[in-house]
């Protein structure tokens, strides 16, 4: 089975997903290096936490195709606060494209953000393998990234009109600039944890680990329908 990468933000996120896997009796093996990695033979995933922020993702993420590839694709996974009123904590979103809305230009006016498309080939192969599920949904839209909390209705609302994304979370852009440099295959999946509004670091904690595990079950499907 070719080999796909998952690239987590956080530890916490990493840790959740492994425990997905585990739950599911999947062999996780532990796999040391510079960047320490998860792998699920099985499944063929290599996993690990490319860190917070796009460039540092962006950084790890390169180092990881360089060092654990080749990859058939690069799926970055993590949380997301909801932007749209459609989407309830639990929910996954299989990402169209990662739009950067912090990246401003200045010299001939404010640009549009960049966009970064998913691969349409892997985001449908993923979406179709999708039974239908009790407790959460699985969504298709932009999803929208930057180096930004985003911990206000009114600023929420500001990315809606800006990007027309689902969802916020950070990273997105950084994994996607990587696949890129390499010419490999790219889609971001993301899980609501909170609303991004005041409550979204206790939503957070509260939501994290049965949000990753439906991503979790979302690339099962897939890597089992594979």
């Known amino acids: 089975m070719s ?7 956080v530890e916490k996120e990493l840790a959740a997903l492994e425990a997905l896997l585990l739950s599911e009796g999947h062999l996780v093996q532990r796999q040391p290096g510079r960047v320490p990695s998860l792998a699920a033979p099985d499944l063929g995933l290599t996993c690990a936490a490319a860190g917070h922020g796009k460039a540092q993702f962006a950084l790890v993420t390169q180092h990881l195709i360089d060092t654990r590839g080749p990859f058939e ?4 996974v993590g949380a997301a606060g909801a932007l749209s009123p459609d989407l309830q904590a639990g ?14 230009t200045r010299f001939h006016g404010v640009g549009p953000p960049p966009r970064h498309p998913s691969s349409r080939k892997l985001r449908e192969t993923i979406l179709s393998a999708q039974p239908e599920r009790d407790g959460f949904r699985v969504h298709s839209g932009p999803i929208a990234g930057g180096d930004e909390d985003i911990v206000d209705p009114v600023r929420a609302a500001a990315l809606v009109e800006l990007t ?11 994994g996607a600039r990587a696949a890129a440099f390499s010419n490999v295959p790219f889609v971001e999946i993301r899980a609501v944890t909170d609303g991004a509004d005041a409550s979204a670091a206790e ?3 509260v939501h994290l680990p049965e949000a990753i595990g439906n991503i979790g079950r979302v690339l099962l499907a897939w890597r089992l329908h594979a």
């Open 203 to 205: 939503s957070y904690r």
């Open 164 to 174: 027309g994304a689902l969802c916020v979370a950070w990273e997105g852009a950084g």
């Open 91 to 104: 929910d996954v979103v299989v990402g169209t494209e990662a739009v950067e809305h912090d990246y401003k």
């Open 3 to 9: 080999l796909v990468l998952l690239a987590t933000p």
């Open 73 to 76: 694709a690069v799926i970055v």
